[in-house]
């Protein structure tokens, strides 16, 4: 019976490839390469920035006079700053590799796209806790205001360090990509935690313990809750 239907139809195919047919288009793993190569040019202009700030990043995990001296010295504040901004895109595309965030409309998206998408809700994540942030501040002081609002920049600096460590040996060991998505997604937990906690550690000083966890289930649990719910529906 098909033999019938198609016996006197006939298919044209193009005879050009296909990236003739349309040369503007760049694939997708030109467009990945591409952002990794930007990443490690990035990445090599702020490693000696990065490395005089180690020890007061790393330090203040343990000591909250460090979190509040990198604070008040303006040039490794802004050198902070400029750590956390480079440390943006290795994050995100990490994040897409192994989809962290993956909720179900994520397969509608092509590779470059699916990038695009990721860093979209990240900016979009930090977008709402600033809202939330300049909304339910406590009075605390200009200078406890200031460090508790950008502590989470010095978390975010070595949990990027970490995940990219993290990386290089799961790269050896030849992990699967659920295994090391896992091992991400633990990170980011635990870094996120220990940015909460210091936080509400910071703010303690000038405010009561109610005015410090209202504040703190605003700013840190509604957007993460908001972001689970987008992944898990």
């Given at each position: 019976m098909a033999e019938d239907i198609f016996r006197s139809g006939s298919l044209d195919m193009p005879q050009c490839p296909v990236d003739s047919i349309a040369p503007g288009c760049i694939p997708a793993d030109r467009i990945t390469?591409?952002?990794?190569?930007l990443?490690?040019?990035?990445?090599?202009l702020i490693l000696s920035t990065f490395f005089r700030l180690a020890p007061t990043l790393f330090g203040s995990v343990t000591r909250k006079k460090l979190t509040m001296d990198l604070e008040h010295n303006i040039s490794m504040a802004r050198q902070r700053n400029n750590c956390a901004l480079a440390?943006?895109?290795?994050f995100i595309l990490i994040?897409?590799?192994y989809r962290l965030f993956d909720p179900s409309f994520m397969d509608c998206f092509s590779q470059e796209w699916?990038?695009?998408?990721t860093a979209g809700v990240f900016l979009l994540f930090l977008l709402l806790r600033y809202i939330l942030s300049?909304?339910?501040r406590p009075r605390a002081g200009r200078e406890?205001?200031?460090?508790?609002?950008?502590v989470s920049r010095n978390y975010f600096i070595m949990l990027c360090v970490l995940m990219t460590v993290s990386l290089g040996v799961l790269f050896v060991f030849k992990a699967t990509d659920s295994v090391c998505k896992n091992i991400f997604l633990c990170e980011c937990a635990l870094f996120y935690a220990l940015s909460a906690f210091r936080r509400g550690h910071i703010l303690s000083q000038n405010c009561?313990?109610?005015?410090?966890f209202l504040y703190l289930c605003a700013l840190e649990i509604v957007p993460l809750a908001i972001l689970i719910a987008a992944r898990v529906l």
């Open positions: 390469s591409g952002l990794v190569i990443a490690v040019i990035v990445t090599a440390a943006l895109l290795p994040c897409n590799r699916s990038i695009a998408v300049c909304l339910f406890i205001s200031d460090a508790s609002a950008h009561s313990g109610f005015s410090t």
